[in-house]
């Protein structure tokens, strides 16, 4: 019983400290420039009260998938360095309760936490950012670039869609180049420019393009009219129209199958620096929701204090956490998209780094 509520005790002190961290982080920010921009343009007549209230709800997952792991880094910090303050942790360490059994009511909160923050980014977060750009009327940016290589990894053609919109592919233009074999000074053999391409289930067939021939000196030789040129077929015809849907989403409104599918096809036509780039994001949706286990142990460690010692250095810790872990991830986004380091380390980087201030910490404290 009193392991029972020992382990009662604990659990809602940090998931009340947690809930509220959660809420003031959510609060901060969204008041300075959602809520803002929402009621400027509220007031202006951009938007209708009713729109303005579906704004603010479907910008909750995306702060919230944020806030999650804040609020059980915090949370633990406030938690702990009160139990400590207290005397509490002292009492407890007395009876015989080491570290980690004093903080497994914590651990479990994190791991519910844990899921918690998967599910709202893997199925929250997508359809709330797809439903924003519905109820903003944002276009979505229609261009896309499919190059096609050869066995040998040398350009085959590249196709350049100007606009599309679900079948209707338009503005297309489409370079063909020489095969390294041919002794030419020009690396491009044509050039076709098409208003419209009709895609069929496994083909894209240029309805009327004009053809711009190149010779192998790099010249313009003639111009030719064209009609139902087949410029794509087969499965790589089927991937390009699959890749070009995927092309006009961001990774977060994509779900998880969604972005798996995405990363196969991009793996397939050999598109390397989308593929680690998306590969990086959506191992990233597992990593970010485990940190709110590290950074739950890691509150509870630097909330772990002597009675008269001051807790300053270890929110100030907390903050630089939090700072860095944040503002790194674009910097890994670009390291793995330019293949500097594989996805799987550049997504990896910040649980070791939280694991080993964990085992520094573990070591150095007097618990």
Known sequence: MKIKLLDRYIFTQVFAACFGCVFIFMIVWIMPEILL???????????????????????LPKVLNIALPVGMLLGSILTFDKLSKD?????????????????????????????FTFIVGSKFLPYSACKLK????????????????????????????????????????????????????????????????????????LNTAKKYIISEEGVFEDIDDVKNLEVLQGSTAVNAYKLMKYSVYRDRELTNPQISEYI????????????????????????????????????????FSKPREQKFMGMLIAVGVIFAY????????????????????TSMIAPAAAIILIVILKRTKDL
């Not at 002292?90 to 009511?105: E, L």
């Not at 041919?182 to 419209?196: E, F, G, P, Q």
């Not at 793996?267 to 597992?286: A, H, V």
Request: hydrophobic letters at 45%; a positive charge.
């Open 264 to 303: 196969k096809l991009l793996k397939k036509e050999r598109m390397d620096d989308e593929y680690r780039f998306m590969l990086n994001k959506y191992i990233q949706r597992y990593v970010h929701s485990f940190m709110c286990i590290l950074f739950a142990i890691l509150g509870c460690l630097l909330g």
């Open 134 to 205: 519905d109820i903003k009327g944002e276009n979505r940016v229609s261009q896309f670039v499919f190059p096609v290589k050869n066995s040998d990894e040398s350009m085959n053609k590249i196709l350049i869609v100007s606009n599309f919109d679900n079948n209707n592919i338009r503005d297309v233009i489409v370079l063909n180049f020489y095969n390294e074999n041919t002794n030419s000074s020009s690396l491009l053999s044509s050039i076709l420019v098409s208003d419209y391409v009709k895609y069929t289930k496994n083909s894209w067939v």
């Open 37 to 59: 921009k929402t009621v400027q343009r509220t007031l202006s007549g951009q938007y209708t009260v009713e729109m303005a209230v579906s704004i603010l709800i479907n910008e």
């Open 87 to 115: 005397f509490e942790i002292t009492v407890m360490r007395g009876s015989g309760f080491t570290f980690f059994r004093i903080i497994a009511s914590v651990i479990f909160l994190s791991v519910v936490a844990t899921v």
């Open 326 to 345: 944040y503002i790194t991830i674009p910097f890994f986004d670009l390291l793995a998209e330019k293949a500097v380091l594989s996805p799987w380390i």
